[in-house]
């Protein structure tokens, strides 16, 4: 009978969650909020229809697990060594400065020290399945705010490591500091060791197991990869989603990637979901009802707070103002790492009892607020142009009021950036009469443009809005210079939508690159390192007395041979 109190269980979880979602849905609300209000609702705490929480959050930490192993499959190591700036300088920044202002507020009030500190952990963390799910259903993740947004949320799950070593510290247990510092190099160990045996391992059985072309079985040792590595990492101190999250990155490193990322798909997605329900299950209503004034001031500073730092941690990393303000709203939340940390000191007397309720009660909330937050902050950074404080300070001119001047523009070129390669090509076009306009997430390029007389707009070139503001559908010609590629990526796969005739040039650093692009919609990619190559070739050539034709026929072979390679 208990298997079918289970089910039962499972039934009226996955029915409710249906229900709100597909309402949700009509009024065009986060699917996310939906589940978690599904779990208020039949909680203990609601209408009580689940009363054993503890079944579900079985089955929901599986579910972060499989949704971080995705999302590690999206990212893969090479993508993250692209962005280790972002997340050693990024996420120390945050992580200090949030424990820091935390600390400082929690001595206003009078809170003793390890209190304070505590609480300024539990602040520090946001939540990496319900950030990262909503950048990777908005297509987001390659735009320049995922990748601040994923090197910030990587560092902050790697502090939960650190952060519960030091709980016994702030418990008053008496532990010796080479104890710690022992568990700390430890765990470092594993996560080292176990990354490389992986990354010598993994490919190779991969390939083993797609020789025998059994479906069932490649499924199979996918899940054995990703919860075994999983759970061989949790045993070196860290939780169980990094560890997915790393076998997920590991995995991503192999041909398989994207055939493993399929036939997880619906695992994710249903496992996942049950975690959004039980973090609803932990809110309280009555508990809401007595504090409702504290659970609000609460929320109110975790959000704003919190946002303010994000945002200037931005600026400090040299991040564009509209990158810097998504990020902060992205990650004004409090995460579920809050809760492993919450749940570690049952019993311990950190908290009292009532802040610790009404704490939770706010994190929640700020959890439940996130998917709308998510959407909110591209419409807000887009609207930045409103305020005419922004134009006194940067002296930019930004995409808001770009259509107004744009509207008048018809088989323009849109340049995607204003570097080197920007000015000179701006330069070209103004010389031979041909209409253009200039967009640039760097203010000093933009205030740069402008100060030369160039039609150019603050904004991100990977956004639709700031596309369709830019008129993307009149223009004859997009040319992507940013030095990312998977921006430029981004960025013409969103453009291909809005103007499927438009023709998209799309420059990049290298010929790996090239491939890819392709792939994504461009109609012609120019490398750098092989018009390097021509260049050089040429420049030789010439030095040495060959004739202008055969210069010209052998700088032909160049691009030629490439193109052949790059398919």
């Not at 076009?429 to 150019?456: F, H, W």
Request: with cysteine.
């Amino acid at each position: 009978m208990h298997e079918l109190t289970y089910l039962r269980d499972l039934l009226v979880i996955l029915g409710f969650a249906v229900i709100i979602v597909t309402l949700f849905h009509r009024f065009k609300l986060p699917a996310i909020a939906g589940f978690i209000l599904s779990g208020v609702i039949v909680g203990p705490q609601g209408l009580a229809l689940i009363d054993d929480v503890e079944k579900v959050e079985l089955l929901a930490e599986v579910g972060v697990a499989l949704l971080l192993f995705a999302i590690g499959l999206e990212l893969s190591l090479e993508k993250l060594k692209r962005i280790w700036k972002l997340v050693a300088i990024g996420g120390s920044v945050q992580v200090g400065l949030s424990i820091l202002v935390t600390m400082v507020v929690s001595f206003l009030f009078g809170l003793p020290t390890n209190t304070a500190v505590f609480i300024g952990f539990l602040v520090a963390l946001s939540s990496t399945a319900i950030v990262l799910r909503g950048l990777q259903q908005r297509g987001e993740l390659d735009a320049p705010h995922g990748h601040l947004i994923i090197g910030i949320l990587v560092f902050q799950d790697f502090s939960v490591v650190p952060m519960l070593l030091a709980i016994p510290i702030l418990v008053g247990t008496n532990l010796p500091a080479e104890m710690l510092i022992l568990a700390l190099l430890q765990s470092l160990f594993i996560i080292v060791v176990i990354l490389l045996a992986a990354l010598f391992i993994v490919p190779r059985i991969l390939n083993l197991v797609a020789k025998t072309r059994e479906r069932q079985l490649f499924i199979l040792t996918v899940f054995l990869i990703c919860i075994g590595t999983a759970w061989l990492i949790t045993s070196s101190g860290a939780s169980l989603a990094i560890g997915a999250f790393l076998a997920g990155l590991v995995v991503a490193g192999s041909e398989y990637r994207h055939q493993a990322l399929a036939d997880l798909i619906s695992f994710k997605e249903v496992f996942a979901s049950l975690f959004f329900v039980s973090v609803g299950m932990l809110l309280a209503p009555s508990i809401l009802a007595e504090n409702v004034v504290l659970i609000f001031l609460l929320l109110g500073a975790i959000l704003l707070g919190k946002s303010a730092i994000v945002f200037v941690t931005a600026l400090i990393m040299r991040m564009p103002l509209r990158v810097a303000l998504i990020t902060a709203v992205a990650l004004a939340q409090v995460g579920e790492f809050s809760f492993v940390l919450l749940f570690s000191i049952q019993g311990e007397g950190l908290l009292e009892k009532s802040l610790e309720s009404s704490l939770i009660a706010a994190f929640i909330l700020s959890m439940f607020l996130t998917p709308f937050a998510l959407s909110f902050g591209p419409r807000l950074a887009a609207g930045m142009g409103k305020f005419t404080l922004l134009k006194r300070l940067f002296e930019v001119v930004t995409a808001e009021d770009a259509s107004r001047e744009t509207s008048k523009l018809s088989d323009h070129v849109i340049v995607g950036g204003y570097g080197f390669a920007g000015r000179e090509l701006s330069r070209a076009l103004k010389s031979c009469g041909i209409p253009y306009v200039v967009v640039d997430l760097n203010v000093e390029n933009v205030r740069r443009a402008t100060q030369d007389g160039v039609d150019a707009f603050f904004g991100d070139v990977t956004n639709h809005e700031v596309l369709l503001k830019l008129g993307v559908k009149q223009a004859k010609e997009l040319v992507l210079l940013v030095n990312d590629p998977t921006a430029a990526e981004h960025a013409l796969q969103v453009a291909r939508r809005l103007a499927p005739e438009l023709f998209i040039v799309v420059r990049t650093h290298y010929l790996l690159d090239v491939e890819s692009i392709l792939a994504a919609g461009a109609d012609e990619v120019i490398p750098s390192e092989r018009e390097a190559a021509v260049e050089v070739t040429a420049q030789v050539l010439s030095r040495h007395q060959i004739g202008t034709m055969q210069v010209a026929e052998r700088c032909r072979e160049i691009r030629k041979q490439t193109e052949d390679e790059t398919g």
